[in-house]
């Protein structure tokens, strides 16, 4: 197929531009109508280098599907859903004009289920990287209850609010990252090229080193004649450590230990509730069974801790207990959340306050990242001082040894 340049106007007289491939200008023409573009012209490209045009493409489908393509995805399918485009139409013309080749390939594969008799939920579940079982479940809901599009578009606000989420908690942690990453830096400079010329003086005193000092330049020894084995131990370590944490106790322990980590922990646990009660309140909206629901949610948090917590909430809904009870039950909860579905049971307005909650700690989270710097500040500065505090008794106190022993001569 042949590369096209077009231009056109969308629906609403705005001019748009881009580039598409097709069999034949009319083709092109044909998909541009298809997504709602009104072509003004339209040019065959320049072929395109076939050494870079190959990587190119490998780049863009290694990067998967992220947070932003389905939000994009949802959006533009609501839009062309409550515009009356039928469903496979819809799913032809965000194929072509997805810029996401991997995500390209995802839609063409739901288009080519559908062509063989199955739901589109059905469709999606082939493919759980990409579509999670809340997205799974909030498409099966709206293919039974007809509201298909409000499906996509409660997603789209969903994961609009997961993405916030998620980048405000990332920002919460590079701080920190990159402080500690700059030390570890710092530390080896200072082994590896500052220490041993100092130990070259200090080694024509023919004075007793302080111990502080002694510890330094054998620190500094090891570096230079044994990195190779530092590294390759400090990689051996983040291997071990990257393969307990991908197995099933070592992701539950890493999940419960995280939650109680200073300053960054109450961050992480208020984000995750704040999702709890957001996807909660979502499911419920969605009118998927409260039980079927909650299994949902708790695969959607992210936290194989608090997800077994949600899971016990379950089983004890199962049995017949209320959510408060249940939710009190697992010690998870803090009293707030617990009285707010209390709340919500009695008065059957349980999404609503779910929504509220999750507003609540939404915004605590964002006052917490705002004064991160100033909580962890403290925490770095001792931990610095106490860095430069040792290396200084290192370096200084052989000098103040010599000016004694100057002053006896």
Request: hydrophobic letters at 50%.
């Amino acid at each position: 197929m042949a590369l096209f340049q077009y231009r056109g106007r969308t629906q609403r007289g705005e001019s748009v531009k881009g580039k598409l491939e097709g069999q034949s200008a009319e083709a092109v023409a044909t998909q541009l109508f298809n997504s709602g573009i009104t072509p003004v012209d339209i040019t065959e490209a320049a072929a395109v280098s076939d050494v870079t045009g190959p990587l190119r493409e490998w780049l863009a489908q290694s990067r998967g599907v992220t947070l932003v393509d389905l939000v994009l995805f949802n959006r533009q399918m609501y839009t062309l859903l409550k515009a009356g485009v039928p469903i496979m139409q819809a799913l032809r013309g965000l194929r072509e004009t997805t810029q996401n080749p991997a995500l390209a390939k995802v839609i063409a594969s739901l288009s080519d289920g559908l062509d063989t008799g199955l739901d589109l939920s059905t469709a999606m579940k082939r493919h759980p990287a990409v579509f999670s079982n809340l997205f799974v479940s909030m498409i099966q809901v709206g293919e039974t209850t007809g509201s298909l599009e409000l499906a996509f578009l409660q997603l789209a606000e969903y994961l609009e609010r997961e993405k916030d989420t998620r980048d405000r908690v990332k920002a919460a942690i590079r701080y920190p990252q990159f402080v500690l990453v700059a030390m570890v830096i710092a530390m080896f400079i200072l082994n590896y090229w500052v220490i041993p010329t100092f130990a070259k003086v200090y080694a024509s005193f023919r004075i007793e080193l302080p111990l502080v000092t002694r510890i330094l330049i054998a620190t500094s020894r090891f570096t230079v004649n044994y990195w190779y084995i530092m590294l390759g131990a400090v990689a051996a370590v983040i291997g071990g450590t990257r393969y307990y944490l991908h197995t099933p106790n070592g992701r539950y322990r890493w999940h419960k230990w995280q939650l109680r980590l200073p300053v960054i922990g109450p961050i992480l646990y208020k984000s995750t509730l704040g999702r709890f009660a957001r996807a909660l309140a979502t499911m419920i909206r969605a009118g998927i069974p409260l039980v079927q629901g909650i299994t949902v949610v708790a695969r959607a948090v992210d936290n194989d801790y608090v997800s077994e917590r949600i899971l016990q909430m379950r089983d004890g809904i199962e049995r017949g207990e209320t959510i408060a009870r249940t939710a009190a039950a697992t010690g998870l909860f803090p009293p707030l959340v617990v009285q707010m579905i209390s709340v919500g049971e009695d008065t059957g307005a349980i999404d609503a306050l779910m929504l509220n909650v999750a507003e609540y700690y939404e915004r605590e989270v964002d006052y917490d990242i705002k004064n991160l710097a100033t909580a962890i500040q403290p925490i770095l500065l001792v931990v610095l001082g106490g860095l430069v505090l040792l290396l200084a008794l290192g370096v200084f106190l052989p000098m103040w040894d010599l000016v004694k022993v100057a002053r006896k001569g």
